[in-house]
């Protein structure tokens, strides 16, 4: 009962109940659900703002469990993979308190899947990608893609823009395919003006997939002289005739993650497919 009791108000934010059990039974500190998520984990998954909490008591949370003795760094169990707290407050809490304070006890974004990157992606999150690139995350860090690319196939254009701006290399290829973020955006008919963004900050229209073909020659290809369609593919003739070769960038980009009542580990975090 007593364990049932702790992880409920530990998901509660319960502070002073959680203070309270471990007053009297200092165990509890370690106990852990059925997935293996100890109670730092837990804490760091609430979301504060779905809830209507404020983040500082996630904060008041951690610091109660850290304080107590649990590591910063606290892993899952192997067959869990190696999701960290850090990681939970960016993909699960999205709370930017308590990524300040996970940074400032210790937590290391080399710890965590694609250094959190990946996740504050999905949610477009500029602030959060901030924090975490300041605290070291690879910006250019490979999981089945890079950031940047992952964010610009699932139209998280803030965040792609964002980290283009912050290093990472917007000629980037997907490994299995071999196309660029141009070539996904023709592909898929992307706004123009998105494109024109990419191709204005160094994206070249000449780098060639594992077929052989270049966003410029796909986008020649895949646009009909239809509709809104017609339009498309004369921005983007327009734009592929201003440059040969778009200009050089410098070189600086698991994670298809979305929250889930069943699970959230760094296997459901795949960049190659859309969050489920």
């Known amino acids: 009962m007593s364990k049932a009791r702790m992880l409920r108000a530990v998901k509660e934010l319960d502070v002073e109940t959680v203070r309270a059990l471990l007053a009297a039974d200092p165990g509890l500190l370690r106990v852990t659900d059925r997935r293996g998520f100890n109670l730092l984990h837990l804490a760091c998954c609430v979301p504060c703002t779905d809830l209507g909490i404020a983040e500082s008591q996630a904060a008041k949370m951690v610091t109660l469990l850290l304080d107590d003795g649990l590591d910063v760094e606290s892993k899952l169990p192997p067959e869990q993979d190696r999701c960290t707290a850090l990681f939970f407050a960016v993909a699960?809490?999205?709370?930017?308190t308590l990524i300040k304070l996970l940074l400032k006890r210790g937590a290391k974004v080399q710890n965590a899947p694609g250094g959190g990157l990946f996740a504050a992606a999905w949610y477009d999150d500029v602030n959060h990608l901030d924090l975490l690139i300041k605290a070291d995350a690879k910006v250019d860090v490979v999981v089945g893609m890079t950031p940047?690319?992952?964010?610009?196939t699932w139209k998280k254009f803030q965040a792609a823009r964002f980290?283009?701006?912050?290093?990472?290399?917007?000629?980037?290829?997907?490994?299995?395919?071999?196309?660029?973020?141009?070539?996904?955006?023709?592909e898929k008919e992307f706004d123009p003006a998105q494109v024109a963004w990419l191709v204005d900050h160094g994206?070249?229209?000449?780098?060639?997939?594992?077929?052989?073909?270049?966003a410029r020659n796909a986008h020649r290809g895949s646009a009909t002289?239809?509709?809104s369609t017609r339009l498309i593919k004369v921005r983007l003739n327009a734009l592929f005739r201003r440059t040969s070769h778009a200009r050089p960038m410098a070189s600086g980009a698991c994670l298809s993650l979305i929250p889930s009542s069943r699970r959230c580990t760094a296997n459901e975090i795949d960049s190659s497919r859309a969050p489920s």
């Open 163 to 186: 980290l283009a701006k912050r290093g990472a290399n917007v000629n980037t290829v997907d490994p299995k395919s071999g196309r660029t973020a141009l070539h996904y955006g023709v």
């Open 225 to 227: 002289n239809v509709g």
């Open 92 to 96: 699960r809490g999205r709370n930017a």
């Open 203 to 214: 994206a070249s229209p000449d780098i060639k997939d594992k077929h052989g073909v270049s």
């Open 148 to 152: 940047l690319l992952a964010a610009w």
